[in-house]
């Protein structure tokens, strides 16, 4: 799986909590579907359910209740979930991912001068096969980014318009990850 082609084909890219959504996330175009909030209990079955409906799944692993960021913890939930990619805002997480030969994105939160590069560090130190930028509406940041890596940046947080999708396109974004159903099919 290419990474970055796959989320060409699919610019916007349902994003589901729990079972929230999951009958319209399946029922989308989108080849690829994020769950970014789940627990032990469910998260088997709901990545059964996007596998059967023909999906890719990332699973956000520091968001799945009761489950630890230990390297047990991650290759528990890559065993058993059947998760195609993870999510993660820990470069721990990072580093057994692609120990495991599991395409990962990272998760970044841009507040200032500092995290942000802070943030280009950490990709060249970490090497996800994307990173993620929160909160998604900053096409300045995204295009910054996008210049100094050469990994796919999505965006993700606070998109809740059209024109959120459209800019952070435009500024180099190469998909975008949103709860908001109604831009699932723009």
């Known amino acids: 799986m290419k990474l970055r082609e796959l989320l060409e ?3 916007v890219i349902p994003a589901i909590k729990n079972d929230t959504y999951l009958e319209e996330a399946k029922n989308s175009s989108s080849e690829v579907v994020f769950v970014i909030m789940a627990n ?6 709901i990545v059964s359910e ?3 409906a023909g999906k890719i799944v990332f699973v956000h692993v520091d968001m799945i209740e009761g489950l630890s960021s230990s390297t047990y913890g991650v290759e528990y939930i890559i065993e058993n979930s059947g998760l ?6 820990k470069h721990s997480v990072v580093s057994i991912a692609n120990k495991n030969n599991i395409p990962v994105i990272q998760r970044f939160f841009i507040l200032d001068s500092f995290s942000f590069k802070n943030t280009l560090v950490h990709i060249r130190e970490n090497k996800p096969s994307a990173v ?4 998604g509406i900053m096409p300045k940041i995204i295009s910054r980014i996008e210049k100094a890596v050469s990994i796919p940046i999505i965006a993700g947080g606070l998109i809740d318009e059209k024109d959120d ?9 190469v998909g ?3 709860t908001d159903k109604k831009l699932w099919e723009s």
């Open 9 to 11: 084909r699919n610019p």
């Open 132 to 135: 993620e930028i929160l909160p």
């Open 40 to 45: 032990l209990i469910n998260i088997k079955d």
């Open 176 to 178: 975008i990850s949103t």
């Open 84 to 89: 195609d990619g993870m999510i993660t805002t």
């Open 50 to 52: 996007l596998k059967k």
């Open 165 to 173: 999708v459209i800019n952070a396109l435009k500024a180099g974004a």
